[in-house]
């Protein structure tokens, strides 16, 4: 089994910045890819940013040049980090991760409010 802990989630005011980490353990044997989807109230959840085991990322358009997700391989975990935050950006925010065979994972999920 395989566990995610996410970290990160707060309030910030629009502009502003936050780091999300989720930290995986358990047996992992092989991860394909990792990355985050985000669930704002009344709508479905959404893809945000995905890094790949070879490195490659993709982000949804609304965060392109915003958010970066990254990987510190040897700790097994991945970050989200997020600049110039908007009230759009308000949802929890979950780390997934896809192992052997297309096993998907999840976080238990963080909040993330941007407002003044």
């Known amino acids: 089994q395989v566990q995610l802990v996410e970290s990160g989630g707060g309030l910030v005011q629009p502009g502003g910045s936050l780091r999300l980490s989720c930290a995986a353990s358990g047996s992992i044997s092989r991860i394909d890819s990792m990355g985050w989807r985000r669930q704002a109230p009344g709508k479905l959840r959404e893809s945000v940013a995905r890094m790949t085991s070879g490195g490659d990322t993709n982000y949804v358009d609304s965060v392109k040049g915003r958010f970066t997700i990254s990987r510190d391989n040897a700790k097994n975990t991945v970050y989200l980090q997020m600049n110039g935050l908007k009230p759009e950006d308000t949802a929890v925010y979950y780390c997934?991760?896809?192992?052997?065979?297309?096993?998907?994972?999840w976080g238990q999920g963080t909040q993330v409010t941007v407002s003044s």
């Open positions: 997934y991760l896809i192992g052997d065979s297309g096993k998907l994972f």
